[in-house]
């Protein structure tokens, strides 16, 4: 599967 | 070891989104799919070695690129609070 790094961004 | 706290709530949303709500402040955060895999795995109980093999075997990624995606991740979610970290 495609790769994407891990990221959280707050709302 | 990093543990989710347990007032932390993840939910997926239509159409590959997903959510972790901290019930206690009220605050919500939007993840993608790597992360959500990443504080899923956490909320049940899995070890970041563990975490990490299984993600890089999943993407076909190398193992140190992912730990230090994963570590990167952990750190931010540490800093708002929404994992801790136990010896």
């Known amino acids: ?11 | 070891m990093y543990r989710l706290r347990q007032g932390l709530r993840l939910r997926r949303g239509p159409s590959e989104t997903f959510w972790a709500f901290d019930l206690e402040s009220g605050e919500h955060y939007e993840v993608n799919g790597t992360a959500f895999a990443v504080l899923e795995a956490l909320e049940g109980g899995a070890e970041l070695d563990m975490i990490v093999v299984t993600l890089a075997d999943e993407y076909g990624k190398c193992e140190d690129t992912v730990r230090a995606d994963v570590a990167e991740l952990l750190e931010m979610c540490e800093t708002e609070g929404l994992v801790t970290r136990e010896a």
């Not at chain 1, 599967?1 to 709302?11: L, M, R, S, V």
Request: proline fraction near 9%; charge should be positive.
């Open chain 1, 1 to 11: 599967k495609t790769y994407e790094k891990p990221a959280i961004k707050k709302q």
